[in-house]
RNA sequence: GCUGGUGUGGCGGAACAGGUAGACGCCCGGGACUUAAAAUCCCGUGAGGGCAACCUCGUGCCGGUUCGAUUCCGGCCACCAGCACCA
């Protein structure tokens, strides 16, 4: 008989799906394991090859820990609103809603195929009415408590699609969906202060077991830095505060620069007006991409006619404005030290401003001694012949003593932009009324149901298309009962993500996001894995929604997720990025036809090291069908033994120890190595029932519907999926007769067989009896002799 | 520039509390079965030398520690990813 794989696998989908096999109960004598994939956006071109390798993964650990005994929770669910369902709904002339609802059957269909161990039960999909309900509901405690706030700001604004973008979306300075240019804008936006948590979202990750790369990017986005503010005084009697991490190099703060967009300059009266305007008019222009160019020589323009003091020299020194100081980060005006600072350095160069050392051991005629923490003070009249960092401390307690500055901690992270001008996004539950300004609705409003409209465009002027909806629009103010206007703009697509793992707790209730014995039961999620790409913004945005929701005390912890591992990228076959443009793209659904879902998932977690980028082989899937069919071939054939002793003991045992442990560690390659190295033996010398029955257990949460079909065939009874996993005995893993290497002088001259645990001079005994190792040791004086335990033996000579 | 990571056969990759380098798979070669082919099964497959037994070399490069280094240490080089005029 033949392994007909199309037949079997949708054999077991039916059967899984009647008696939902997997669904989680909340609760129960079992510990509890909660195993989460990112939920996909449902794309109109279906699931691609991409998805199935974290899925794989994970629906193999899923698999493994409910063999385990675990309850384990594993769902899924649609990440449905966003851009290119909009786009789609604008070109075919059909609702977003009916796009999404096509596209999740479809995706529903391809991972059903793919024989994932989902609790389909709880399903959730974030452009439901009654979850995006608690996404606007937690949007409005934001607002209460003053975490969600409106401002003007500038924003990236695509001068073809008329809208703003996310600076995610922006790739090389234009627009990743037209190509057209981005210029920025200055817009009023809703904001998320996600850096009110900035300290936390970094301290915590010392409590969180994420891999080293995630923790290290989310440190790096949020860029703390420790240093001082500083306020100089100017002739005109402002004070220009600056943030430095150099406050033991204040001696040498020769000159200023202030950002061209800094508060101070509209109110300043200068003498140089024409030239300062042009100079901010030409910044303006320039976008963010342009103005970090590090290539071009630093540019600025001295403000005449105010001075600003050095707190510590006392010297009136100038101030310029220059586009390499940021409007955006710390005060938006720097004290420059060229002695020690590169870019103050060039810059001096540039403008023939004076560079004075304060640490000495560099030359600053060259260049700025910048990694100067082993250097002493100098030119710097009370921190003279200090250290750099007892400088520091000195120094900024000098500053408070004066009232001149304190210690200060900076971050790169700002705040969220949280408006989008699109229709396929959750509405912003918020009215704009003329007496009481921006009111929330009440919570008995939720949801806020997005309007049915006819035309999805974006307007002319950059409003939402919502805008041109004046029913829905007007409405009344919850709190005066005046007339007032609705928010026309939609939240971005990563509101309904940042908090879908808690709705599946408890999917279905309408009193609250999720009951709080479903989340003290399920959360924190054990093991989340995901992409890289998410690193800086969902697993971010995540984690600060879910920092906030503990606060109010809507959740039981502090952090969302206990253990964080991400997939490498799949490449296509020629070693590229798949894309539609170069016609690269792999279809999961060919291969599912060809060799069926269990060769694909073996295939792709056979491929190469879980966590690095692999390219596609269409050649080498081939082994891993090969793989499959002489498993099915070794029943089929008869080849299995019944009523006999096994000799496969020790290679059996060793196999559930190295697959148990490789699955947890993420080395599913070496995982499946083992079980083809193990059906190998089998060829050599026949498995008993026994040997074959562990053999499908392990093989079972890779490749499911042949371990089911199989199983089944054996009359093994019961389901593979609900074996116990089985246990490793370490005393058996060990063979009885051991292979041993023997070296001269560390080289490998020969092996000998022997039992386990021999002592070392029986070892060496027979090592010296060795033919091969007489001849290499003839004649020569052993000096001394290393015995590695099962391993080997050395033999020294002179 | 900063941060994290990676360099091993023709290819994807194993092995690292230092201990038989190349597991497993692909490709390729040979054989069995077959009228033949496919499929399947068996054997071989790092490089060089030798009829062979064997020998020499070999894990990005240069050094070091060690009986022994892909693994540890020092110094380079290359590549990948993220951030980047962040004061």
Same mark, same amino acid.
């Given at each position: 008989?033949?392994?007909?794989?199309?037949?079997?696998?949708?054999?077991?989908?039916?059967?899984?799906?009647?008696?939902?096999?997997?669904?989680?109960?909340?609760?129960?004598?079992?510990?509890?394991?909660?195993?989460?994939?990112?939920?996909?956006?449902?794309?109109?071109?279906?699931?691609?090859?991409?998805?199935?390798?974290?899925?794989?993964?994970?629906?193999?650990?899923?698999?493994?820990?409910?063999?385990?005994?675990?309850?384990?929770?594993?769902?899924?669910?649609?990440?449905?609103?966003?851009?290119?369902?909009?786009?789609?709904?604008?070109?075919?002339?059909?609702?977003?809603?009916?796009?999404?609802?096509?596209?999740?059957?479809?995706?529903?269909?391809?991972?059903?195929?793919?024989?994932?161990?989902?609790?389909?039960?709880?399903?959730?999909?974030?452009?439901?009415?009654?979850?995006?309900?608690?996404?606007?509901?937690?949007?409005?405690?934001?607002?209460?408590?003053?975490?969600?706030?409106?401002?003007?700001?500038?924003?990236?604004?695509?001068?073809?699609?008329?809208?703003?973008?996310?600076?995610?979306?922006?790739?090389?300075?234009?627009?990743?969906?037209?190509?057209?240019?981005?210029?920025?804008?200055?817009?009023?936006?809703?904001?998320?202060?996600?850096?009110?948590?900035?300290?936390?979202?970094?301290?915590?990750?010392?409590?969180?077991?994420?891999?080293?790369?995630?923790?290290?990017?989310?440190?790096?986005?949020?860029?703390?830095?420790?240093?001082?503010?500083?306020?100089?005084?100017?002739?005109?009697?402002?004070?220009?505060?600056?943030?430095?991490?150099?406050?033991?190099?204040?001696?040498?703060?020769?000159?200023?620069?202030?950002?061209?967009?800094?508060?101070?300059?509209?109110?300043?009266?200068?003498?140089?007006?024409?030239?300062?305007?042009?100079?901010?008019?030409?910044?303006?222009?320039?976008?963010?991409?342009?103005?970090?160019?590090?290539?071009?020589?630093?540019?600025?323009?001295?403000?005449?006619?105010?001075?600003?003091?050095?707190?510590?020299?006392?010297?009136?020194?100038?101030?310029?404005?220059?586009?390499?100081?940021?409007?955006?980060?710390?005060?938006?005006?720097?004290?420059?030290?060229?002695?020690?600072?590169?870019?103050?350095?060039?810059?001096?160069?540039?403008?023939?401003?004076?560079?004075?050392?304060?640490?000495?051991?560099?030359?600053?005629?060259?260049?700025?001694?910048?990694?100067?923490?082993?250097?002493?003070?100098?030119?710097?009249?009370?921190?003279?012949?200090?250290?750099?960092?007892?400088?520091?401390?000195?120094?900024?307690?000098?500053?408070?003593?004066?009232?001149?500055?304190?210690?200060?901690?900076?971050?790169?992270?700002?705040?969220?932009?949280?408006?989008?001008?699109?229709?396929?996004?959750?509405?912003?539950?918020?009215?704009?009324?003329?007496?009481?300004?921006?009111?929330?609705?009440?919570?008995?409003?939720?949801?806020?149901?997005?309007?049915?409209?006819?035309?999805?465009?974006?307007?002319?002027?950059?409003?939402?298309?919502?805008?041109?909806?004046?029913?829905?629009?007007?409405?009344?103010?919850?709190?005066?009962?005046?007339?007032?206007?609705?928010?026309?703009?939609?939240?971005?697509?990563?509101?309904?993500?940042?908090?879908?793992?808690?709705?599946?707790?408890?999917?279905?209730?309408?009193?609250?996001?999720?009951?709080?014995?479903?989340?003290?039961?399920?959360?924190?999620?054990?093991?989340?894995?995901?992409?890289?790409?998410?690193?800086?913004?969902?697993?971010?945005?995540?984690?600060?929604?879910?920092?906030?929701?503990?606060?109010?005390?809507?959740?039981?912890?502090?952090?969302?997720?206990?253990?964080?591992?991400?997939?490498?990228?799949?490449?296509?076959?020629?070693?590229?990025?798949?894309?539609?443009?170069?016609?690269?793209?792999?279809?999961?659904?060919?291969?599912?036809?060809?060799?069926?879902?269990?060769?694909?998932?073996?295939?792709?977690?056979?491929?190469?090291?879980?966590?690095?980028?692999?390219?596609?082989?269409?050649?080498?899937?081939?082994?891993?069908?090969?793989?499959?069919?002489?498993?099915?071939?070794?029943?089929?054939?008869?080849?299995?033994?019944?009523?006999?002793?096994?000799?496969?003991?020790?290679?059996?045992?060793?196999?559930?120890?190295?697959?148990?442990?490789?699955?947890?560690?993420?080395?599913?390659?070496?995982?499946?190595?083992?079980?083809?190295?193990?059906?190998?033996?089998?060829?050599?010398?026949?498995?008993?029932?026994?040997?074959?029955?562990?053999?499908?257990?392990?093989?079972?949460?890779?490749?499911?519907?042949?371990?089911?079909?199989?199983?089944?065939?054996?009359?093994?009874?019961?389901?593979? /999926?609900? $074996?116990?996993?089985?246990? &490793?005995? @370490?005393? *058996?893993? =060990?063979?009885?007769? #051991?292979?041993?290497?023997?070296?001269?002088?560390?080289?490998?001259?020969?092996?000998?067989?022997?039992?386990?645990?021999?002592?070392?001079?029986?070892?060496?005994?027979?090592?010296? /009896?060795? $033919?091969?190792?007489?001849? &290499?040791? @003839?004649? *020569?004086? =052993?000096?001394?002799? #290393?015995?590695?335990?099962?391993?080997?033996?050395?033999?020294?000579?002179?």
């Amino acid at each position: 008989m033949k392994y007909d794989f199309t037949g079997i696998e949708s054999k077991w989908q039916k059967k899984w799906d009647d008696e939902k096999a997997f669904c989680a109960s909340n609760g129960g004598e079992r510990p509890k394991f909660y195993v989460l994939i990112e939920f996909p956006y449902p794309s109109g071109t279906g699931l691609h090859v991409g998805h199935p390798r974290p899925f794989t993964a994970m629906d193999i650990v899923a698999r493994k820990r409910r063999m385990q005994g675990f309850n384990v929770l594993f769902p899924i669910g649609f990440d449905a609103f966003g851009l290119p369902t909009e786009n789609y709904a604008i070109k075919n002339k059909i609702h977003p809603a009916a796009v999404t609802r096509d596209n999740i059957a479809k995706f529903t269909g391809q991972l059903k195929r793919l024989g994932y161990s989902f609790d389909w039960e709880r399903c959730v999909d974030t452009t439901d009415p009654s979850y995006y309900k608690w996404t606007q509901w937690i949007f409005l405690k934001m607002f209460d408590a003053g975490l969600a706030y409106k401002a003007l700001i500038p924003v990236n604004w695509c001068t073809s699609c008329k809208c703003v973008l996310a600076n995610e979306e922006v790739v090389d300075n234009v627009c990743e969906r037209c190509g057209a240019d981005i210029v920025r804008r200055e817009k009023s936006q809703w904001m998320l202060k996600i850096t009110k948590y900035a300290q936390r979202l970094i301290d915590d990750l010392d409590t969180v077991d994420y891999v080293e790369r995630v923790k290290a990017q989310q440190r790096n986005w949020i860029g703390r830095s420790v240093g001082a503010r500083i306020d100089f005084m100017t002739t005109s009697g402002d004070t220009i505060q600056v943030f430095t991490t150099r406050q033991d190099t204040l001696y040498g703060a020769t000159y200023m620069v202030m950002s061209p967009e800094h508060p101070l300059l509209q109110k300043w009266t200068l003498d140089n007006p024409d030239e300062i305007k042009a100079y901010q008019a030409l910044a303006a222009k320039k976008s963010d991409f342009e103005r970090t160019e590090l290539v071009k020589e630093k540019s600025g323009v001295e403000l005449k006619g105010i001075r600003a003091v050095n707190p510590v020299t006392n010297k009136e020194i100038p101030i310029f404005i220059s586009d390499y100081v940021l409007a955006s980060y710390g005060t938006g005006a720097i004290m420059a030290v060229p002695g020690h600072d590169t870019r103050d350095w060039e810059f001096a160069k540039i403008y023939n401003l004076p560079i004075v050392e304060v640490v000495s051991g560099g030359d600053i005629s060259k260049e700025a001694y910048v990694d100067c923490d082993s250097g002493i003070m100098v030119n710097s009249g009370i921190l003279n012949g200090l250290s750099v960092e007892d400088a520091k401390v000195k120094i900024t307690k000098w500053l408070a003593k004066e009232g001149l500055g304190e210690e200060t901690v900076n971050f790169k992270l700002r705040d969220w932009v949280f408006s989008r001008q699109r229709y396929w996004g959750e509405p912003i539950p918020i009215v704009n009324c003329e007496k009481c300004g921006y009111v929330p609705l009440s919570e008995s409003d939720l949801p806020l149901l997005l309007p049915e409209i006819e035309n999805y465009e974006t307007t002319e002027t950059g409003e939402s298309p919502l805008a041109a909806m004046t029913d829905w629009i007007s409405t009344v103010c919850p709190k005066c009962k005046g007339p007032a206007k609705r928010e026309t703009d939609t939240m971005p697509q990563w509101a309904g993500s940042s908090w879908y793992f808690l709705r599946y707790t408890d999917p279905h209730n309408d009193t609250a996001l999720a009951g709080r014995d479903a989340l003290s039961y399920w959360t924190p999620v054990d093991w989340y894995n995901g992409g890289m790409e998410h690193t800086t913004l969902h697993l971010l945005y995540s984690r600060f929604w879910h920092k906030f929701l503990y606060d109010i005390g809507v959740v039981p912890t502090a952090e969302p997720y206990n253990k964080r591992t991400s997939q490498g990228m799949i490449l296509a076959e020629d070693n590229q990025k798949m894309s539609k443009s170069r016609g690269n793209v792999i279809n999961p659904d060919d291969y599912i036809n060809e060799y069926g879902a269990d060769t694909l998932r073996l295939y792709i977690m056979f491929i190469g090291d879980f966590e690095k980028t692999a390219a596609w082989s269409s050649q080498a899937v081939k082994g891993c069908k090969r793989f499959l069919d002489r498993i099915w071939n070794l029943a089929a054939d008869g080849a299995i033994l019944k009523d006999a002793d096994s000799s496969h003991e020790a290679a059996i045992h060793r196999a559930i120890k190295k697959v148990g442990n490789d699955i947890e560690n993420l080395k599913f390659n070496t995982a499946i190595a083992t079980l083809m190295a193990l059906v190998n033996d089998f060829y050599i010398t026949p498995p008993t029932q026994g040997d074959y029955k562990v053999l499908l257990t392990l093989l079972s949460p890779f490749a499911p519907h042949i371990a089911e079909e199989l199983w089944e065939m054996q009359g093994f009874g019961g389901y593979a /999926a609900k $074996e116990a996993w089985p246990e &490793h005995d @370490e005393s *058996k893993t =060990i063979e009885a007769q #051991i292979e041993i290497a023997v070296q001269v002088l560390g080289k490998l001259r020969s092996t000998i067989k022997v039992p386990p645990d021999c002592d070392d001079d029986f070892l060496i005994e027979k090592a010296k /009896a060795d $033919e091969k190792i007489a001849r &290499h040791i @003839e004649g *020569k004086q =052993i000096t001394k002799t #290393i015995v590695v335990k099962n391993r080997l033996v050395n033999i020294i000579v002179c």
